[in-house]
Every structure is written in structure tokens, then in C-alpha cells.
């Protein structure tokens, strides 16, 4: 991709994968995307955006409390992204100082569903003797909840995101605070992997 557009203030998101009492399932999907003409090389501090170091935005249930659910998880975030961007040599800079890049993360909670159809995984002709029936038919629906977490990194001197990096997996309502908490830190680990080297 050429460039980015700009981080908003509501996307999809780093996600963090949270909830009260949520955790990460097994299977994490985790992709990035980054701006081709710019150049990594020589980065080395970042900061979190003066504006907001993330959000989160949760669209399951009316009695849903983003609040809560940024209050408890923001610290696991914020230490974590700190440990893995500085094991890539991009340290957080100092109180005053000036960061090259700017980062902030954005949690999306919401429900997704997956579904398969008869006659879905036969081939196109089927020739022998399998009785009629009707193609399309939904065989079986499953409906859950999906976390997503996004890291947005702006270049502090043009302004413009330059990179940004995504993890998904479906959420599960059975698990222990400190399981949520490392499997959220393993996501953000995986995440941050993809962030393009500066040496």
C-alpha cells in the first residue's frame, strides 16, 4: 500500500481482546500494513499520543462498559506494547523529549458469526448416487464474540500513519484474570513482530 490513512478516533482495532470476563481463544489472526515509501531506518523512540494512547469501543450488549473495560486492561497494554517495541530497539521517549514516532492502540469488542451450507464441500459435480437436496441450506450457525486489537505508529515529524498492525481472535467468557492478561501480552507481542526493522 502506498500510504496509510489517517488513525480516527473509532476503527476496528489492536486489540486487545478483553472483556470482564473474557479471554483469547487459541487462534489469534495477526496482519499488518505499512507505508512503502517511508523509511524505518534510523527510528528510535516513540511516545504515546499526546492526544489519547487508545480507546476502546465495545458493541455486543446495551449494559456494555468500555470505560471499565479500559480501566482494567489499558495498563496490561501499555506495559506490554512498551516491552515489545523496545526488544525491537524503539524506546519510549523520555518526559519532554521528542519522540520520532507516535503510537496509540484502539479495541474493538463485538459479535461475528460463521456458518456452513449443504452441499459446501462437495465438489461441483457430484456423480455418485448422493440423493438430491437443496444447496445453500444453512447446516450450521455459530454466532461469538470477537476482539480485535489495533497499534496505529505515526510519524511525528510528516503526521501520517506509517504503519499498523491488527490482531483478531474469538473471545471465550471462561478464564482467570491473569490468563486474559497473558494472552493479551502474547497477542501485542505477535503484533509488534511485524513492525518493519530500523537497523
Avoid: C
Avoid at 15 to 33: D, F, H, Q
Avoid at 91 to 110: C, D, F, R, T
Avoid at 165 to 176: C, I, T
Amino acid at each position: 500500500m502506498a500510504r496509510l490513512s489517517s488513525p480516527v478516533p473509532v476503527v476496528l482495532v489492536v486489540a486487545a481482546m478483553l472483556a470482564a470476563p473474557i479471554a483469547l481463544s487459541a487462534g489469534v489472526k495477526v496482519r499488518s500494513e505499512y507505508d512503502k515509501s517511508f523509511d524505518f531506518r534510523g527510528l528510535t523512540t516513540w511516545a504515546w499520543h499526546p492526544e489519547s494512547a487508545g480507546d476502546v469501543r465495545m458493541a455486543v450488549t446495551a449494559d456494555d462498559d468500555p470505560a471499565a473495560m479500559k480501566e482494567r486492561f489499558e495498563p496490561v497494554i501499555l506495559d506490554a506494547v512498551q516491552k515489545e517495541m523496545a526488544a525491537r530497539g524503539l524506546n519510549l521517549a523520555a518526559a519532554g523529549g521528542a519522540p520520532q514516532l507516535y503510537v496509540n492502540y484502539y479495541v474493538l469488542i463485538s459479535t461475528n458469526q460463521s456458518r456452513q451450507t449443504m452441499g459446501q464441500f462437495l465438489p461441483t459435480v457430484p456423480e455418485w448416487g448422493i440423493p438430491p437436496f437443496s444447496y445453500g441450506a444453512t447446516q450450521s450457525l455459530k454466532v461469538f464474540e470477537e476482539g480485535s486489537l489495533v497499534l496505529d505508529v505515526t510519524s511525528t515529524k510528516t503526521r501520517q500513519l506509517i504503519w499498523r498492525g491488527m490482531a483478531v481472535a474469538e473471545l471465550q467468557r471462561k478464564s482467570a484474570p491473569q490468563d486474559r492478561d497473558t494472552r493479551l501480552r502474547a497477542a501485542i507481542a505477535e503484533v509488534v513482530k511485524k513492525f518493519p526493522k530500523t537497523s
